[in-house]
């Protein structure tokens, strides 16, 4: 398995100015749409995150309110917010780290790949900006279907000069979330010191939680229960979309998962061991060229 997070960052590390206040290392953070569904809440919650010195919230629209919202919150992330084409550059300048959940959701009767024409394009224009403003920063490509979005990034970064598949990462980790959710529920365990890793992609049955791998073991489920599990961690999506009846998708629930792989990453920069997440990256695993696995988040 490819340490796909494993990296040497010392010398930008090195040149990384310090905050006074924590002794970390200062960390710009940007949201591009971040007055969507999902942006809104991870904004909220990336302005709570204490490893986040700068924070920029982008979108086409609306996003001057967003700002000025979070910002009024007593957390020290300095927040500016920007709007349009013509302020894309300044937003992304400098970051550290790029969060993208903009696009379109899903509505339903419509599937990860009813999303594509019109996210693909979002997509391919948002990362032409970040290979020219903040090439050497990590990607976290939230935007559905991801399965596709991720492999267009790449090419995007390809064509600029500027990819490293070491960078790019595709966020799985609300499959994660609802599977270590649904096992401790149905185990009757404690849900805060369960763990379950989910491979594959991030589309129906690409997504496959291992529940044979999940800790703490049990003896508690039998087949037909992991077979449930695995059915209602794939449909996961569909669940939340059918429940609020026409009126969302699954936004909080991915601005959670959202937010704890940017933390990862986060702490991965600022040099902390052993932090491992699931994400959908390139890989060597399968004869597919892209794979969600397990990814150790180390830049010591």
């Given at each position: 398995?490819?340490p796909s997070?494993?990296?040497s960052t010392?010398?930008?590390?090195r ?5 006074s ?9 940007a ?8 942006g ?18 982008y ?7 967003v700002?000025?919202?979070?910002s009024h919150?007593?957390s020290p992330?300095l927040v ?5 084409d ?10 550290d780290?790029v969060i993208i ?7 339903p009767g419509?599937?990860?790949d009813?999303l594509f024409?019109i996210?693909a394009?979002?997509v391919?224009n ?5 290979a020219?403003?903040?090439?050497n920063?990590l990607?976290?490509m939230?935007?559905n279907?991801v ?6 990034a790449?090419e ?12 790019l990462?595709g966020v799985?980790?609300l499959d994660?979330?609802?599977?270590k ?5 149905k185990?009757?365990l404690?849900?805060t010191d369960v763990n ?8 129906g049955?690409t997504?496959?939680?291992l529940?044979s791998q999940?800790?703490p073991a049990?003896n508690a489920?039998?087949?037909e229960?992991?077979k ?6 794939q449909?996961?999506g569909?669940e ?9 998708s699954a936004?909080?629930?991915?601005a959670?998962?959202?937010a ?7 702490k ?6 052993d932090?491992?997440e ?6 060597t695993?399968?004869?597919l060229p892209f794979?969600a696995s397990?990814?150790?988040e180390?830049?010591?």
């Open positions: 398995m490819r997070l494993m990296r010392s010398q930008l590390l040149r990384r100015s310090y905050s206040a924590s002794g970390q290392p200062e960390r710009k953070v949201i591009l749409g971040a007055a969507g569904g999902i809104q809440p991870l904004s909220l919650l990336m302005k709570l995150n204490p490893l986040v010195s700068s924070l920029s919230l979108d086409i629209a609306g996003t001057p309110g700002a000025a919202d979070v919150i007593n992330a500016k917010g920007f709007m349009g013509e302020q894309l550059g300044e937003a992304l300048e400098g970051s780290v959940p903009a696009g379109v959701p899903r509505k419509m599937t990860r009813d024409n996210n394009g979002i391919k948002l990362s032409t900006a970040i020219k403003y903040c090439p920063a990607v976290n939230i935007s279907p399965n596709s979005t991720v492999p267009i790449a995007v970064f390809k064509k600029a000069g500027t990819y490293d598949e070491k960078k990462f799985t980790t994660v979330v609802r599977a959710t649904f096992y401790a529920g185990a009757n404690p849900v379950v890793p989910v491979v594959g992609g991030h589309a049955i997504i496959l939680p529940f999940a800790t049990t489920l039998s087949d229960d992991i449930a599990l695995t059915k209602r961690t449909d996961g569909t939340v979309v059918e429940a609020k009846a026409g009126k969302g936004t909080l629930s991915m959670y998962a959202g704890v792989f940017a933390d990862a990453c986060l991965g920069l600022n040099g902390v061991p932090i491992v699931c994400s959908f990256v390139q890989s695993v399968t004869e794979f397990k990814a150790w180390e830049w010591s």
